[in-house]
């Protein structure tokens, strides 16, 4: 496959029309026709509604390009790599983290990291549903989970505490749970469809169901209704820590049973090289997580 062919096609989608994207690379329309029309008969099928008015991707077209960028990327980066000038990150670096991690340790060091790389684009996807990372053409995501996808390569960046806590109004209404058995007998906030806490005690894991009269999609919603009251919420320690330490909220101990740690993990798809420009915010981020370290075990 020509990659100044998918040139071509991406140029064309961002124009609005193939005598535009033609002008925008330098081209006589006609060259940028038959790198078109060379592009369809190599990949078999149709990538453009054209009109004499209009131009938009056909099905089969917006499938192909978030690959065709992957594609044109890699190879920018491939030149840049090789290049023995070349030392900094460049190019467009597509990452995806949950809303609150990536408010809390990404957006922060993303001024510094862009000052350094002055090559470097970012954009950053705050979704708390892991994306397809191909068919995105992400590059980087950051979750907070238990990984089940063998067709992705993960590496841990750190383990991430969690902790019960609730609004001392709840628990002076209510009263204190004794042991992670009691929790079912309180109004527990349930994030998304995961109908249970799964706890690591002396006698192995534990999962307690939930009586959950209220759920949220968002650990912002869970964390929002525990704050004002709503019942015990199972949350990282680290976005809870300020609350705890100024009495808003009140982490309770069972003793040896402590919640499931959830891993923070960096993921990448196994159709892309892990490029300078990953490589490069995996180094800020890790350091962003070591600086608040004692957030994560208070």
């Given at each position: 496959m020509n990659t100044d062919d998918v040139v071509v096609l991406l140029a064309a989608i961002n124009a609005g029309s193939l005598a535009e994207a033609a002008r925008r690379l330098g081209l006589q329309p006609m060259v940028a026709s038959r790198r078109l029309a060379a592009l369809e008969a190599t990949l078999g099928v149709r990538l453009l509604h054209r009109t004499t008015r209009s131009l938009s991707p056909t099905p089969e077209g917006e499938t192909f390009v978030p690959f065709a960028r992957a594609m044109i990327e890699n190879e920018t980066e491939a030149k840049a790599l090789l290049r023995a000038e070349t030392r900094g990150a460049a190019g467009l670096l597509r990452v995806s983290a949950s809303v609150a991690f990536g408010t809390r340790f990404i957006t922060p060091f993303i001024p510094r990291l862009l000052e350094d790389h002055p090559d470097l684009r970012i954009a950053l996807d705050l979704s708390d549903q892991l994306p397809d990372l191909v068919a995105t053409g992400t590059d980087l995501a950051i979750r907070i989970a238990q990984l089940r996808d063998s067709s992705l390569i993960a590496q841990k960046l750190s383990e991430n505490p969690r902790?019960?806590?609730?609004?001392?109004?709840?628990?002076?209404?209510?009263?204190?749970?004794?042991?992670?058995?009691?929790?079912?007998?309180?109004?527990?906030?349930?994030?998304?469809a995961n109908a249970h806490w799964t706890f690591s005690t002396s006698e192995g894991e534990k999962h307690?169901?939930?009586?959950?009269?209220?759920?949220?999609?968002?650990?912002?919603?869970?964390?929002?209704?525990?704050?004002?009251?709503?019942?015990?919420?199972?949350?990282?320690?680290?976005?809870?820590?300020?609350?705890?330490?100024?009495?808003?909220?009140?982490?309770?101990?069972?003793?040896?049973?402590?919640?499931?740690?959830?891993?923070?993990?960096?993921?990448?798809?196994?159709?892309?090289?892990?490029?300078?420009?990953?490589?490069?915010?995996?180094?800020?981020?890790?350091?962003?997580?070591?600086?608040?370290?004692?957030?994560?075990?208070?």
């Open positions: 902790c019960i806590v609730a609004s001392p109004d709840y628990l002076q209404r209510c009263g204190v749970p004794q042991n992670i058995e009691e929790i079912a007998d309180y109004d527990c906030i349930q994030l998304g307690i169901r939930l009586n959950a009269r209220f759920s949220t999609n968002t650990m912002e919603g869970c964390y929002a209704t525990c704050l004002a009251g709503g019942g015990l919420a199972l949350i990282s320690n680290w976005y809870v820590c300020d609350d705890v330490e100024a009495g808003r909220l009140v982490k309770l101990d069972f003793g040896v049973a402590r919640p499931e740690t959830l891993d923070i993990w960096a993921v990448y798809p196994t159709t892309r090289l892990v490029l300078p420009k990953v490589r490069v915010f995996i180094t800020a981020l890790k350091e962003a997580i070591a600086a608040s370290a004692e957030n994560f075990h208070t």
